[in-house]
């Protein structure tokens, strides 16, 4: 059993008031007896009661954080960079996914009420009506890449549209005409945006039907691998493939190594996010540049700002950039018209 408060007051020979300022910060205690409490408490190795405690100073010390999976290197440098921010402020961290369903995301966010002092949110099955129903009315959120109207929370968004239009105008300027695009999940609000930006640049760059060009994926590496068939099977055959993220981008390599397609002879491929593994594939994955464990960090940065102001806070919204980085993955040169358009398990000659 772990010593009570009301020991370590016997051992200092003060009151359960006085060792309960000491061990809170709060109220005037002389620089002698704070020492004699703290050392008490050593000696005894008390920890404070997080619940008692909250009731008394109405902060957990906690920071909840709903994101839609707790899989993949995307998710895991988010959590990283928030982890980092979150440690170094003396907060720890209460982690739930809610795999994209409403309905568990509700459910996440009724749990952490009373548990945490603010909240981190990157999911897409949260809307401003399911906050607000949900989670007590002032307490301080900041929504990650969140497609939420109004002014009522905090946020931080990239430039998925941006960089998406980036990556294809990169392809089109290495000669690229067709270039296809692996979506990721439509109820998703990066994947939106991310298609958003790859049908302006096409529009942009004189092409037509830019649907014809588009296979469905969810962000997995499965689903990229699954749609480097469709790409190929396309005809004419797109030159080039741009999928909405790394893992889908990573899917389809492991693919095409498999058909015998030369990338970036056969097929260029770029990806979006740049997760730490990208530079790491064969060939190296061209990718758009978004620095996930400093946007994490930054976030958390940003709601414990909220947590210090209390009620002068001003929620505000901001929309960070992105960069290319381009990679063997995409080429340099541009394209040479396919002069076969056979499948094969066994390495493709051009005849």
Known sequence: ??????????????????????????????????????????????????????????????????????????????????????????????????????????????????????????????????????????????????????????????????GAAAMVKHLAGLGHRRIAHVTGPADNWDARERLRGYRRAVLAGGGRDARALEVTGDFTEESGYRAAALVIEMRPRPTAVFAANDSMAIGLLSAFQEMGVRVPGDIAVGGFDDIPIARFMTPPLSSIAVSIADLGARAMNRLLAALKDGDRHVPSHETLPTRLIARRSSGSRPPKPPTSTRRSRSRRKDS
């Open 1 to 162: 059993m772990s010593a009570t408060i009301r020991e370590v007051a016997r051992a200092a020979g003060v009151s359960v008031a006085t060792v309960s300022r000491v061990l809170n910060g709060k109220g005037p205690v002389r620089e002698i007896t704070s020492r004699r409490v703290r050392a008490a408490a050593d000696r005894l190795r008390y920890v404070p009661h997080s619940g008692a405690r909250s009731l008394i100073t109405r902060r957990t010390n906690a920071i909840g954080v709903l994101l839609p999976d707790l899989f993949g290197e995307f998710f895991s440098e988010a959590i990283r960079g928030i982890d980092r921010a979150a440690r170094g402020a003396g907060y720890q961290l209460l982690v739930s996914g809610s795999h994209g369903d409403r309905a568990q995301a509700q459910t996440a966010l009724r749990s952490m009420r009373g548990r945490v002092d603010g909240l981190v949110v990157m999911s897409p099955g949260v809307d401003g009506p399911t906050l607000s129903a949900n989670l007590p009315e002032g307490w301080p959120v900041m929504l990650l890449n969140c497609a939420v109207d109004g002014a009522a929370f905090d946020s931080i968004n990239i430039d998925n549209e941006g």
